[in-house]
C-alpha cells in the first residue's frame, strides 16, 4: 500500500513540474517587433518546438529603385533563396525559425534561423526576458557559433499596425 502511495506522489510532482515548465517556456509565445520594426514576428509552438514566422510587414512592396529584384509594387520575395524553387515564395507568412527547444530558464537552443534579406541559414538561440516582452535572437555561423549576431525583439504590445502601409496575414485585405 505505501509502494502505491509513494509512487502516486511522485506521479504527481513530476506531472505539476514538467506542467510549470510548459507554462514557463509557452511565455515567449506572441508577436514581435524586431529592431528594424519593419516586420511584426509570430513565435509558436511547432509540436514540441518553437517557431517564428513573418505575419506583418511595413511596406510590402518592392520600391521602384529595386527593379533588379522584383516588380515594383508586388508583395516581397525570398528572391535571395540558396534553392531557386523557393525564390518565388512570399516573405509575409514565411517561417524562417525552426526547431527551436526550451532548456530552462527562459533559453530556447538547437534551432535554424532563416534569413531572407540574405538567403543563408544560421544556427540560433533565443532568450525570453521580461516575462515574455523582450526577445534577444542570436544567430551564428552554424560551423564557428562563437561568429554571430544578437538582436533585440520587442512584444507588439499597443503599437498600432492598422495602418494600410501594414500588409498582415491576421488583417482583412481591402
Known amino acids: 500500500m505505501n ?19 510548459a507554462q514557463e517556456a509557452d511565455v515567449a509565445l506572441g508577436r514581435y517587433l524586431p529592431p528594424e520594426k519593419d516586420s511584426v514576428i509570430e513565435i509558436f509552438k511547432c509540436g514540441d ?3 517564428g514566422k513573418t505575419v506583418c510587414i511595413k511596406d510590402n512592396a518592392y520600391p521602384e529603385k529595386e ?29 524562417f525559425i525552426t526547431g527551436f527547444d526550451y532548456v530552462g530558464e527562459g533559453l530556447y537552443k538547437n534551432g535554424k534561423i532563416y534569413n531572407p534579406r540574405d538567403g543563408k541559414t544560421y544556427c540560433g538561440k533565443f532568450t525570453s526576458l521580461e516575462g515574455g516582452n523582450r526577445l534577444d535572437l542570436k544567430g551564428t555561423l ?10 533585440n525583439w520587442v512584444k507588439l504590445g499597443n503599437m498600432s499596425i492598422d495602418d494600410a502601409r501594414w500588409d498582415c496575414t491576421f488583417k482583412a485585405k481591402k
Not at 67 to 94: A, C, F, I, Q, S
Not at 142 to 151: E, L, Y
Open 3 to 21: 509502494q502505491k502511495l509513494v509512487l502516486s506522489v511522485w506521479t504527481a510532482i513530476l506531472f505539476a513540474g514538467s506542467s510549470l515548465l
Open 49 to 51: 518546438k518553437y517557431c
Open 67 to 95: 527593379k533588379d529584384k522584383g516588380v515594383p509594387g508586388t508583395p516581397y520575395l525570398d528572391h535571395n533563396n540558396e534553392d531557386p524553387k523557393l525564390r518565388n515564395r512570399p516573405n509575409l507568412g514565411m517561417v
Open 142 to 151: 552554424c560551423s564557428i557559433t562563437f561568429i554571430g549576431k544578437t538582436n
